[in-house]
């Protein structure tokens, strides 16, 4: 039971995604910023920092091609981001121990590579127009903030449930071995 909060919280947590985008867009606030919610993938960096790096990978591929069908016109951009960079943070994480400072500072490395991977493959294809002063001063450091303050928030609870769903596979490896 406890390994089917995973699916269903990646995908709350991605359908959360575009309506946080809607309620922190800069025309409520009288800005140029854009702050982008990469919650979704936040928790699938945790999946590959807690867990390991194939199931992360699998999730970057799903949601990935969720964010592209729902969210983009350009299908590919975040299928193959999201699962690239879940594969990458998850081989780098095994080099640290998995604590607050770690997971902070590679999952914020995991949004930046998000961020800029679709960045420039909408520039390569002319999707965007957007120069990169632009895109990084009014689209990833707010959007860094955001993001941090989420994996923040997220990191005591998010450990606990891994935990568990660690212990649920070892209790169920032993079962089959018996």
Known sequence: MIRVWLPLLTFFFFVFDGTVMQVFSSHWFGGSFELIPRFAMV??????????RSTALVYGLIFGLLSDVVYSDLVGVYFFSMAFTAYLMASISAIFRPNLFSVFFLGLLGVVLLEFQAYGLYTIVGYTEMSMHQFLYERLLQSLVLNGVFIILLYYPLRKLFSAIEMAQRRDLDEIRD
Do not use: G, P, Q, T
């Not at 928790?43 to 390991?52: E, H, K, V």
């Open 43 to 52: 928790l699938i960096l945790f999946i590959a920092f807690f867990l390991n």
